[in-house]
C-alpha cells in the first residue's frame, strides 16, 4: 500500500477536481437510491390510498421523485465530465514527471531496458495508474459513504434491518472482492509481465523481420508470439471469469438483502410499527443500495496489476540520478564557455563502477580537443557533466568561470550544440529535423550546414528537397547520412560549443576525415569537443585526452 499512497500523493495538484467528481459520483448514488425508494413508497401509499379511499398529497413525492431523477442525470454528467477533465489533468503530470525523470535514461540503464518494456511501462502501466482514483480510490470511498448513509437511514426504522444490510453490503463489497483479488493478485503481476514480453517481441519482429527471414527463425517467432498472445488471453479469462464470479456474489447478496428487508419489516408492519408504504421503500432501498459496491469487484481485481505497474513506474524513475536542480530565473549567455572540470568524481549510483575519481579537465573557449577510449569508459558521460544535465559526486565544474549548478537550464544549454551518438532522428522532413536546432533558422542556414557535412547535393537532388520526409527515426536514410544530418542539425544550433559524441559512425574513414576538416573549417571561434574511438582528426586537436585512467589530468591551450 506503500506504492498506492506514493501514487495518490502525485495526485496532489488535481485533488480538488478529483474530489469533485467522486462528491458528484456520491450525489449520483444517492439521487439513484432514492430515485427507487422514493418510488416504491410513493407507488405502495397510491395503491393503498387508493383501496382505502383516502386523499393522499402527491404533489410532494412527485416532485422529489422528479427531482431525484433531475440530479441523477446531470450528476452522472458532471461526474462524467469533472472525472475526465480530472484524468485529463493527471495524464499531462504523470507523463510529464516521468519523462523529465527519464531524460538521462538511454545512459543510465543502457543494457537493463529495452525499447518494448520502456514503451509498455510508458504507455500500458501509466495508463493503469491515471485511473487509479477514479476506478479505485473514488469509487471505495463513494461505497463508504452512499452505503453508510443508506445503513444508517434504514437504522432509524430497524437496526436489525441496518445491521443485515451493513453485513451484507461487506460481504458484496468488500469480503468476496478481497478473497477474489488475493486470489486474481498473480493473474494481474503476470498479465503485466506478459504484455510486456508481448510488445518485445512484437516490435522485435518488425524490427528484425529481415534477419529473421534471411536466417530462417520467422517461424519460432512466430511461435513464441502465438504461445505468449495464448497465455495472454488465458489470464484474461481468468480474470474475467473471477470478475463474473464476484459480480455474481454482488447479485446474489443484493437478493438476500432484498428478502431480508421484507422478512425483517413483516413483523414491523403486523405490529403497526411500519406502514406499507415504508415496507416498499426499505425493501427496494436495501437492494439499491448495492449500486454503491458494484464498482468494487473489478477494482480490488484490478489491483494487482495496478500494485505491479506502479512499482515498474516507480522503478523506472528511481534508477534516475536526480538532475541538476533548475533555476528558474533567465540569465545572460557568459561572455565566454570556457569549461574547466576540477577533481571530479562520479558514478552512476551505488554499486556501480565509478568512472571519474579526482578528473581534471580544461576547455578554453575556441579550443579542439578530443576524448578517445573504449565504450564504457566515461567519455558520454562526461558530456553530461559539462552540460550539466548531471551532478558530480565530488568536484567543481565551472563554465564561463562560474558553477555550472548556478545557471538557469535554458541558459546553460544555449552554451551547447551536441550530436550525440544516437542520432535522435524523428519522423518528420529534413527541414524541420534541422530546425530542431534553430527554429527560426533560414534555408540558406540549413543549406550552408548540409554542405559543411557532406549531403547538399544528395538533398538537392531529391524530388522534394528540404521537404523530403525522413521517416520515423530517419529509416528512409543510410546509416551513414543520419550520422551526417545529425551532425549538420548539431552545426546549424548557434551555440558556442560544439560536441560530436562519434560522428564517424556509419562512414568510412575517408568519409569521416573529409567530414571532420569540413566541420573545423567552419568552427569560426567555436569550441569543439571530439569524442570517438577512431583516428580520424585528432590530428587537427589542441589535445588529446585519452580515457581508461580517469584520474589522469589534461590541460589545452585555448587558440
Sequence with gaps: MRVLARLLLLYRPVWGWLALAAFLALLTLLAQTGLMALSGWFIAAMALAGVAGTSLNYFTPSALIRAAAIVRTAGRYGERLVGHEATFRLIARLRVWLYRRLELLPLVLRGEHDGADLAQRLRGDLDRLETVFLRLAA?????????????????????????????????????????????????????????????GASVEAVQGLPELLVFGADRRH??????????????????????ALSQAAGLLCGHLALWAAVVLTVPLLADGRLGGPNLAMLALLALALFEAVAPLPAAFLALGGVIESARRVFALADAVPPPSVAIQESQPLPERCDLSLRGIGYSWGPGRTRLFDGFDFDLPQGGKVALIGPSGSGKSTLVLLLTGLV????????????????????????????????????????????????????????WRSLSLVGLADFVAALPEGLDTWIGSAGLTLSGGQARRLAVARALLRPAPVLILDEPGEGLDLAAEQALLDAVIDGLEGRSLLLITHRPAGLERMDAVVRFGDHRSKSTITGT
Excluded at 451484507?168 to 488475493?182: E, F, I, K, T
Excluded at 545557471?407 to 542520432?423: H, K, M, S
Design 139 to 199: 469509487p471505495l470511498a463513494v461505497a463508504l459513504a452512499g452505503g453508510g448513509l443508506g445503513v444508517a437511514w434504514m437504522g432509524r426504522f430497524d437496526p436489525s434491518l441496518a445491521l443485515t444490510e451493513a453485513v451484507l453490503l461487506l460481504a458484496a463489497g468488500v469480503a468476496v472482492p478481497v478473497v477474489v483479488a488475493r486470489v486474481a493478485a498473480r493473474r494481474g503481476v503476470r498479465q503485466v509481465r506478459l504484455l510486456t514480453a508481448l510488445s
Design 222 to 243: 512466430r511461435a513464441r508470439i502465438e504461445a505468449l498472445s495464448s497465455d495472454l488471453i488465458a489470464e484474461q479469462i481468468g480474470l474475467g471469469r473471477m470478475v
Design 391 to 446: 551532478q558530480p559526486d565530488a568536484g567543481t565544474i565551472l563554465l564561463g568561470g562560474r558553477p555550472i549548478a548556478a545557471l538557469d537550464d535554458e541558459t546553460r544549454r544555449r552554451c551547447f550544440a551536441v550530436a550525440p551518438q544516437g542520432c535522435g532522428l524523428f519522423s518528420g522532413t529534413l527541414r524541420n529535423t534541422l530546425r530542431l536546432a534553430d527554429p527560426q533558422a533560414e534555408d540558406a542556414a540549413l
